[in-house]
């Protein structure tokens, strides 16, 4: 009963943005923030560059580190359990007519629960936030903006986005916690800090 009260939810917000909101404009804004974030590269790719200067290699020790822990849990262990279907595969089921629009991304080939995408952005966003409250937030609002693409993309509900949020900042926080109470944090802090 409850369940059917989520997916009434996740696909009337759906429904709203691809009525709505969806355009030749922001397609391919929102093909490429989701493309950024796919597997979780471009947050690597950031991650390894801050490994570079002193100043910012905790932040990407920690982000890398994240990501990881974010992509094994996420992709590994949770999406096996609840394997949910994407709502494209969903779609003719729940409204018992075929989907009227393609998709702006692509199919995907993993279960929809919880969003990879959007838990490796607010791993690596939260990670950068607790180091850098400036750069963190210009990488907070980026990984929301992500998550809203998968939402745009029509690949995820609702409820896999906040899933993927709330996986993704919880991993972020327990190992900044294990960082510092092992005193790991201390050794890649610069020497002025």
Same mark, same amino acid.
């Given at each position: 009963?409850w369940? @059917?009260?989520f997916?009434?939810f996740?696909?009337?917000?759906? @429904? #709203?943005i =691809?009525e709505?909101?969806?355009?030749? !404009? /922001?397609?391919p804004?929102?093909?490429?923030?989701?493309?950024?974030?796919n597997?979780?590269?471009g947050?690597?790719?950031l991650?390894?560059?801050?490994?570079?200067?002193?100043?910012t290699?905790?932040?990407g $020790?920690?982000?890398?580190? *994240?990501?990881?822990v974010t992509?094994? $849990?996420?992709?590994?262990?949770?999406?096996?359990? !609840?394997?949910? +279907?994407?709502?494209? @595969?969903m779609?003719?089921?729940f409204?018992? $007519?075929?989907?009227?629009?393609?998709?702006?991304?692509g199919s995907?080939?993993s279960f929809?629960?919880?969003?990879?995408?959007?838990g490796? *952005?607010f791993?690596?966003?939260?990670? +950068? #936030?607790?180091?850098?409250?400036?750069?963190? #937030?210009?990488?907070?609002? !980026?990984?929301?903006?992500?998550? !809203?693409s998968?939402l745009?993309?029509? $690949?995820h509900?609702?409820? @896999?986005?906040?899933?993927?949020?709330? /996986?993704?900042t919880?991993? =972020?926080?327990?190992? +900044?916690?294990?960082f %510092?109470?092992?005193?790991?944090e201390? %050794?890649?802090?610069p020497?002025?800090?």
């Open positions: 009963m369940l @059917d009260v997916l009434n996740d696909f009337s917000v759906l @429904d #709203f =691809a709505s909101i969806r355009n030749s !404009f /922001l397609d804004i929102m093909w490429g923030l989701s493309m950024f974030a597997k979780g590269l947050w690597a790719l991650g390894l560059i801050l490994l570079i200067p002193k100043k290699r905790l932040a $020790v920690i982000s890398l580190v *994240s990501l990881l992509l094994l $849990v996420g992709e590994y262990a949770i999406k096996p359990i !609840f394997c949910r +279907m994407r709502p494209y @595969d779609y003719e089921t409204h018992g $007519v075929a989907m009227p629009f393609t998709l702006n991304a995907e080939h929809s629960f919880p969003s990879g995408h959007t490796a *952005s791993a690596a966003a939260v990670s +950068m #936030f607790k180091i850098n409250k400036t750069a963190g #937030f210009i990488a907070l609002i !980026f990984a929301a903006l992500i998550g !809203f998968r745009y993309n029509y $690949v509900y609702p409820t @896999d986005v906040f899933a993927g949020m709330i /996986l993704g919880l991993v =972020a926080l327990c190992v +900044m916690f294990i %510092k109470a092992t005193k790991l201390n %050794k890649l802090k020497r002025n800090a």
